[in-house]
Nanobody, 119 residues
């Protein structure tokens, strides 16, 4: 079982920056693919960025070049540095941990943190 706790959300003006953090419990954090997802009101949850165990990263096209995902395996923490924020980035941001092992998918979510970008 993995528990995820996000922090760092808040209200920021357009063009500003925020850094989200997600602290994970457990001792095999490095084996998980970690991701940040977001869900805006009335919209489906969408992937924002993911970072794999080897450090490789992927980004949604809408955030590429503005957001950076990183992880610190020693601290069991994944980060999302968000820059050049736009009002359309307003959403609840969720941290995800995913791992597939021996035919079983392990999929965990945090409770979410609100990010609001004012114009």
């Amino acid at each position: 079982q993995v528990q995820l706790v996000e922090s760092g959300g808040g209200l920021v003006q357009s063009g500003g920056s925020l850094r989200l953090s997600c602290a994970a419990s457990g001792n095999i954090f490095s084996l998980y693919t970690m991701g940040w997802y977001r869900q805006a009101p009335g919209k489906q949850r969408e992937v924002v960025a993911r970072i794999f165990g080897d450090g490789a990263t992927t980004y949604a096209g809408s955030v590429k070049g503005r957001f950076t995902i990183s992880r610190d395996n020693a601290k069991n923490t994944v980060y999302l540095q968000m820059g050049s924020l736009k009002p359309e980035d307003t959403a609840v941001y969720y941290c995800n941990a995913w791992r597939f092992n021996s035919g079983i998918a392990y999929d965990y979510w945090g409770q979410g943190t609100q990010v609001t970008v004012s114009s």
